[in-house]
């Protein structure tokens, strides 16, 4: 099953690409950084939810800053600034960051 992520992802991401990520993301945050995100990258069900903007926020900025660090993967880093920019644009927007 895929999920369809709102502002600006244009492909579908496969729940297993999202667990992998979560992974990484768990790997180079600090885990209280890591706690305040990991309920939206380890939800095991594919039911949509929705990302309130001020959450959104805080969301961007984790995900940046797992990308930008030195252990993450380029690949997988380079899936966080794609996510963390479509997070962004659901807050400038003001608008939920939607998970389908």
Not at 73 to 84: C, H, K, Y
Not at 86 to 99: I, K, L, T
């Amino acid at each position: 099953m895929g999920r369809s992520i709102s502002h600006g992802i244009h492909n579908t991401r496969s729940a297993t690409t999202i667990h992998n990520l979560a992974r990484h993301l768990a790997h180079v945050l600090p885990a209280a950084e890591w706690r305040a995100i990991e309920h939206v990258f380890g939800k095991r069900s594919g039911d949509p939810f929705q990302v309130p903007p001020a959450e959104a926020r805080r969301i961007a900025a984790a995900l940046w800053t797992a990308a930008e660090h030195r252990k993450m993967p380029a690949d997988w880093g380079a899936l966080a600034r794609e996510l963390a920019a479509s997070a962004r644009r659901a807050v400038n927007a003001g608008q939920p960051w939607e998970w389908r």
